[in-house]
C-alpha cells in the first residue's frame, strides 16, 4: 500500500544498465525502507539503452521495490539529429508517467538523481503542480570548470553554456540539493547566491556490504572480459579514465618506469590492468592510457580495456587482483564511487587524489594503503618518486601497509545514506 511516505526515485538509468549513475538509485531502493521510507523507482526500459546490460545488476536490487519503466526514442532514430542524451530521448514519457503518479498516489517526496541532467527540470512543475517536495541529486556537476574551457563552439562548450542556462532553473524548483561532496555543493552556492546551504548536504554514493555477500554467491561469468594471470603481480584500476585525470595517469606511469628502473626483477612481475577506461558506450578500441604508457616506455607493463565490464565482474577482478589503483581528478570536488567497493574488498592500494577531496580523507583514514595527495600541478608532478615507492610496496611488501579499517565505512554505508536522504524528505513534511 503506497502511502504519503512514499519517495518517488527518477533515475533514467537503473539496473541493468552498468553505468556508475545507477548505484544512488539502487541503494536507496534497497535501504530507504528499513528507515521508514517506500521507494517507487520511475526509470527508462533498459531495451532503449544503448549499453550492453549487465543482469547481475538486477540481482542485486531487492525483489520487493517496485519499479515502473517507461520507453524512449530509440537511439538509432534520434542520434540523427544529434540526440543520444537518455534524459531527452525520454522526457515526454518520463513527465506523463511522473505526472500520473503524483496524480492518482500519495506521494511524499521525488528524488531526481543525475546523470542525465535534463530531467532535472522537471522539479518546476512537480513543484507548482502538485506541491510535492523535490530533491536533486548531482552525481557529477551538470555545470563544470572543464566544460568552461572547452571552445564555446563545440558540442563540449555547447553542453555547458546549456548547462549555465539550464541549471539555475532546475535549482529554483526543488526544496533540497544533494551532491557526492561539500567542494560541489560550495561551488553551486558561489554561482547562486540565493541558494540556501542549510538545504543542501554532500552524502556520498557510498558501497553496499550486501554485494558482497550475494556476488561471491553468483559463479563467474565464463565469458568474463578479464582474466588475470596469477603468474603475474596484477595491480588493477577499474573505471573510466576522466580526460581531468589525464595528468594523474602520467604521473603514475613516471612512477613506475622508475621502478622498473630500480626493480628491474619486481617491475618484470607487475601488470597494471585498467579496464572500463572509455566514456563511450560500448567502446572497444579508443585507448586513452596506453599511449601515456608508452610515452614514459612502460608500454609492456600496462594492460587497457576500454571496454565497461558488469559490475560482478568488476567486483571479481578487484578481488581478485594483489591490489588496487584509486586514481581520481585533479579537480578538488573529485569523489570516486568506487573507492567503497574497493576499500570493501580488503585489497591493499595505491591511491592518488587532489588534496582537498573527501575520497582522500576516507582513504588516509581508512588505511591499508598507499595514500597520496597534490593542491597544484607542481604538487602533483614532483609525487613520481613517492608514488614508485607506494607501487613497490603494494607490488613487494603489502603486508606493510596494514588492513583497512572497514569501521571507517560504516557512514559511508548503502544504509547510512539511505537514511540520511530518510531525514531529509522527513524534514521536508513540515
Known amino acids: 500500500m ?21 548505484h544512488r538509485a539502487r541503494h536507496l531502493a534497497n535501504h530507504l525502507s528499513s528507515a521508514g521510507w517506500t521507494p517507487l523507482v520511475v526509470c527508462v526500459d533498459e531495451r532503449f539503452y544503448e549499453q550492453e546490460p549487465d543482469p547481475t545488476l538486477s540481482r542485486l536490487v531487492s525483489p520487493t521495490v517496485e ?15 544529434g540526440l543520444g542524451d537518455l534524459g531527452l530521448r525520454a522526457w515526454l514519457p518520463l513527465s506523463r508517467r511522473i505526472a500520473d503518479l503524483l496524480q492518482g498516489r500519495p506521494i511524499g517526496a521525488v528524488l531526481i538523481t543525475g546523470s542525465p541532467f535534463y530531467p532535472m527540470l522537471m522539479s518546476r512543475w512537480i513543484r507548482s503542480r502538485f506541491n510535492v517536495p523535490v530533491v536533486l541529486d548531482f552525481q557529477d556537476p551538470w555545470v563544470s570548470r572543464w566544460g568552461g574551457q572547452q571552445w564555446p563552439f563545440s558540442k563540449a562548450g555547447l553542453s555547458h553554456r546549456l548547462a549555465l542556462y539550464l541549471e539555475p532553473r532546475a535549482l529554483r524548483g526543488a526544496r533540497f540539493i544533494t551532491s557526492v561532496s561539500q567542494r560541489q555543493n560550495e561551488e553551486m552556492v558561489s554561482r547562486y547566491s540565493w541558494l540556501d546551504p542549510s538545504h543542501m548536504a554532500a552524502l556520498p554514493i557510498g558501497g553496499d556490504f ?4 550475494i556476488l561471491r554467491s553468483i559463479p563467474s561469468a565464463p565469458d568474463a572480459v578479464v582474466h588475470l594471470d596469477r603468474t603475474m603481480i596484477n595491480l588493477s584500476y577499474v573505471g573510466t579514465a576522466p580526460p581531468r585525470a589525464a ?10 618506469a622508475q621502478v622498473k628502473a630500480e626493480y628491474p626483477a619486481l617491475a618484470s ?10 566514456n563511450q558506450a560500448n567502446d572497444c578500441r579508443t585507448l586513452s592510457l596506453a599511449p601515456l604508457a608508452a610515452d614514459e616506455g612502460v608500454s609492456q607493463m600496462v594492460v587497457e580495456i576500454p571496454q565497461r565490464v558488469p559490475y560482478g565482474e568488476a567486483m571479481g577482478i578487484m578481488a581478485g587482483s594483489h591490489g588496487l589503483l584509486l586514481i581520481g581528478s585533479d579537480e578538488p570536488h573529485y569523489t570516486a564511487s568506487k573507492i567503497y567497493p574497493a576499500l570493501m574488498s580488503g585489497r591493499p592500494f595505491v591511491s592518488l587524489f587532489h588534496r582537498q577531496s573527501s575520497a582522500h580523507a576516507l582513504l588516509k583514514a581508512a588505511g591499508g594503503g598507499a595514500c597520496f595527495a597534490f593542491s597544484d600541478p607542481a604538487g602533483l608532478f614532483s609525487l613520481a618518486g613517492e608514488l614508485a615507492a607506494g607501487l613497490v610496496r603494494v607490488a613487494g611488501e603489502p603486508a606493510s601497509l596494514g588492513r583497512t579499517d572497514l569501521g571507517c565505512l560504516d557512514t559511508y554505508s548503502a544504509a547510512a545514506i539511505a537514511r540520511r536522504y530518510a531525514d531529509i524528505f522527513e524534514r521536508l513534511q513540515c
Open 269 to 278: 612481475r607487475i601488470r597494471l590492468h585498467f579496464v572500463g577506461t572509455s
Open 210 to 213: 550486501d554485494d558482497i555477500k
Open 67 to 81: 519499479i515502473i519503466k517507461v520507453p524512449a526514442l530509440p537511439s538509432s532514430l534520434s542520434r540523427r539529429v
Open 2 to 22: 503506497t502511502s504519503a511516505r512514499t519517495v518517488l526515485i527518477v533515475s533514467p538509468y537503473f539496473p541493468p544498465s552498468n553505468l556508475a549513475c545507477v
Open 247 to 256: 595528468p594523474l595517469f602520467r604521473v603514475l606511469f613516471k612512477a613506475l
